[in-house]
């Protein structure tokens, strides 16, 4: 009796064992961190902006406690390595400056991307994470690229801070750069104006995080939702869902074809990729 229990508990331990492993490759069978099979035009001499939060915690506003958050990983370093590879010189920046968090759990082994582990070995863009430029050092209409990355952090300061309402501003209006975002980073677009003074998301297409992804990962604390803030501002928001909106993807070029949003953490590949396209074309 003994020797069977101890093969039974054996098989259970192989077949979790292979589980495991296979995990990975089955949450991206569902729709997590689909690639994006398309050819990078060469960028070499144009430069890419990075922008992040400096929120680390997950917390009800007012409150101090959490469990540690920031950007989410790989809605900044899939976006980063593809401009480097395009050749564009990039540079890194958050509201305040200084370290940039990152969410420890965009690293677990079931969603971290080749990109993630790009970075961890990467001595040259942690140090750039660690000691970001604070925006209002930042001329934004030095840039071919302006890219707000997301992650649960940016829900507490990419959306209040008047500054980066005027650089999203200002590089628009000198009609260089191409402004993307992912995920959360699409609150950093809610203050941004046109010279009329009018919001310059009303009435562009656009798309974020949506509320049921919200609902369905259980994470109402934070402070700002980019679906209903996008709403409010007048955006004509886009989504896709799926059976969890965790496992959709969309991505939306504006008609004007100076915005590309991705809706979550799986628009990071497509979303640096259509962004490049545009700048190729300009």
Same mark, same amino acid.
């Given at each position: 009796? =003994?020797?069977?229990? @101890?093969?039974?508990l054996?098989?259970?331990l !192989?077949a979790a064992?292979a589980f495991?492993i296979?995990l990975p490759s089955?949450?991206r069978?569902a729709? $997590? &961190? +689909?690639?994006?099979?398309a050819e990078? +035009?060469?960028?070499s001499?144009?430069? /890419?902006?990075?922008i992040?939060?400096?929120?680390?915690? @997950?917390?009800?506003?007012?409150?101090?406690?959490?469990? /540690?958050?920031g950007?989410?990983a790989?809605e900044?370093t899939?976006p980063? *390595?593809?401009?480097?590879?395009a050749?564009?010189?990039?540079?890194v920046a958050?509201i =305040?400056?200084? =370290?940039i +968090?990152?969410?420890?759990?965009?690293?677990l082994?079931?969603? #971290?991307?080749?990109?993630?582990?790009?970075?961890?070995?990467?001595d040259?863009?942690?140090?750039?994470?660690?000691?970001s $430029?604070p925006i209002?050092?930042? %001329?934004?209409?030095q840039?071919?690229?302006? *890219? $707000?990355?997301?992650?649960?952090g940016?829900?507490?300061?990419?959306?209040y801070?008047?500054?980066?309402?005027?650089?999203?501003s200002?590089a *628009?209006l /000198?009609? #260089?750069?191409?402004?993307?975002?992912?995920?959360?980073?699409?609150?950093?677009?809610?203050?941004?104006?046109?010279?009329?003074?009018?919001?310059?998301v /009303?009435g #562009?297409r656009?798309t974020?995080v949506? %509320? =049921?992804?919200?609902k369905?990962l259980g994470?109402?604390?934070?402070? !700002?939702h980019p679906?209903?803030?996008? #709403?409010k501002?007048?955006?004509a928001?886009e989504?896709?869902?799926a059976?969890?909106?965790?496992?959709?993807?969309?991505?939306?070029?504006d008609d004007e074809q100076?915005?590309?949003?991705?809706?979550?953490?799986n628009g990071g590949?497509?979303?640096? &990729?259509k962004?490049?396209? $545009?700048?190729?074309?300009?």
């Amino acid at each position: 009796m =003994k020797k069977k229990i @101890l093969i039974g508990l054996g098989a259970l331990l !192989l077949a979790a064992g292979a589980f495991a492993i296979a995990l990975p490759s089955l949450v991206r069978a569902a729709g $997590l &961190h +689909p690639a994006y099979d398309a050819e990078a +035009p060469d960028l070499s001499g144009r430069k /890419a902006l990075i922008i992040a939060t400096n929120h680390g915690v @997950l917390n009800a506003p007012g409150e101090t406690d959490g469990r /540690a958050t920031g950007v989410f990983a790989s809605e900044m370093t899939v976006p980063y *390595y593809a401009f480097q590879d395009a050749g564009m010189q990039v540079d890194v920046a958050s509201i =305040k400056g200084g =370290k940039i +968090p990152v969410d420890p759990q965009s690293f677990l082994f079931v969603v #971290r991307t080749d990109e993630d582990e790009r970075f961890q070995e990467d001595d040259a863009f942690q140090a750039k994470t660690n000691n970001s $430029l604070p925006i209002a050092t930042v %001329d934004f209409t030095q840039y071919d690229a302006v *890219y $707000l990355a997301g992650g649960w952090g940016a829900a507490y300061d990419l959306g209040y801070s008047d500054e980066l309402g005027q650089k999203i501003s200002e590089a *628009y209006l /000198a009609d #260089r750069a191409i402004i993307g975002s992912v995920c959360h980073g699409a609150l950093g677009l809610i203050r941004a104006r046109n010279t009329d003074g009018n919001l310059l998301v /009303a009435g #562009r297409r656009l798309t974020g995080v949506t %509320d =049921k992804q919200v609902k369905e990962l259980g994470i109402e604390i934070t402070p !700002l939702h980019p679906e209903t803030e996008l #709403r409010k501002a007048g955006a004509a928001f886009e989504s896709d869902t799926a059976f969890r909106d965790v496992f959709a993807n969309h991505v939306v070029i504006d008609d004007e074809q100076r915005f590309v949003t991705g809706q979550n953490q799986n628009g990071g590949h497509e979303t640096a &990729h259509k962004m490049m396209e $545009l700048i190729a074309k300009r």
